[in-house]
């Protein structure tokens, strides 16, 4: 398919203002600096058998999740249900580490499924903004989206819940009001 050798070569990831790392999945065990993301030869292709540290190195960044209930890393015992292999998960410590030794102070992510669109973790150092409303027509769950204004001092965030409406399909939400307080945070860089 045509559109797959697009996807192949596009970015894996994406660093705003040398603050925040944005990657669709996470950081799993093989990535330690940003600049080995940015060394991956492209076009890239996703195997499910990994036999080399680029491949998983593309895996992690793809397909990791963070976990709260870790602090390093573990595999998941839920099987992905197109690939069906184990799903890998980091946590607070392993993320803390990360951000610190790469002099990022966020990162943004949005492989796994939030039912209010968007969250933060580990001591707001993870936003996960999940951007797929109803997500499979049965989970009713908002999307997030968000903006991030010049020099990366403010994040905005908009809600979208595709069974509303009114407001132009943006509808804030009572169960978001910590996502907003975090959100309205302003960063020294």
Same mark, same amino acid.
């Given at each position: 398919?045509?559109?797959?050798?697009?996807?192949?070569?596009?970015?894996?990831?994406?660093?705003?203002?040398?603050?925040?790392?944005?990657?669709? !999945?996470?950081?799993?065990?093989?990535?330690?600096?940003?600049?080995?993301? #940015?060394?991956?030869?492209?076009?890239?292709?996703?195997?499910?058998?990994?036999?080399?540290?680029?491949?998983?190195?593309?895996?992690?960044?793809?397909?990791?999740?963070?976990?709260?209930?870790?602090?390093?890393?573990?595999?998941?015992?839920?099987?992905?249900?197109?690939?069906?292999?184990?799903?890998?998960?980091? !946590?607070?410590?392993?993320?803390?580490?990360? &951000?610190?030794?790469? /002099?990022?102070?966020? &990162?943004?992510?949005?492989?796994?499924?939030?039912?209010?669109?968007?969250?933060?973790? #580990?001591?707001?150092?993870? &936003?996960?903004?999940?951007? #797929?409303?109803?997500?499979?027509?049965?989970?009713?769950?908002?999307? !997030?989206?968000?903006?991030? /204004?010049?020099?990366?001092?403010?994040?905005?965030?908009?809600?979208?819940?595709?069974?509303?409406?009114?407001?132009?399909?943006?509808?804030?939400?009572?169960?978001?009001?910590?996502?907003?307080?975090?959100?309205?945070?302003?960063?020294?860089?």
């Amino acid at each position: 398919m045509k559109i797959n050798q697009v996807f192949e070569s596009l970015p894996l990831s994406v660093i705003i203002d040398n603050k925040i790392l944005c990657v669709h !999945g996470g950081i799993g065990t093989s990535i330690s600096k940003v600049a080995e993301i #940015a060394n991956i030869k492209r076009p890239v292709k996703i195997v499910q058998d990994v036999g080399t540290l680029e491949q998983q190195m593309i895996i992690d960044i793809i397909w990791s999740e963070y976990s709260d209930e870790t602090n390093e890393v573990c595999v998941n015992d839920e099987r992905d249900f197109t690939k069906n292999r184990f799903i890998l998960k980091y !946590g607070k410590d392993r993320l803390a580490r990360f &951000l610190q030794e790469n /002099n990022l102070m966020l &990162l943004i992510t949005s492989h796994q499924y939030i039912q209010e669109g968007m969250k933060p973790f #580990a001591n707001d150092k993870l &936003l996960v903004v999940y951007s #797929a409303t109803n997500f499979m027509d049965k989970y009713n769950n908002l999307a !997030g989206i968000i903006t991030i /204004n010049k020099n990366s001092t403010h994040i905005v965030p908009k809600l979208i819940d595709v069974n509303k409406s009114d407001k132009k399909n943006y509808r804030p939400s009572k169960n978001v009001s910590p996502i907003r307080k975090w959100i309205s945070l302003i960063y020294k860089l």
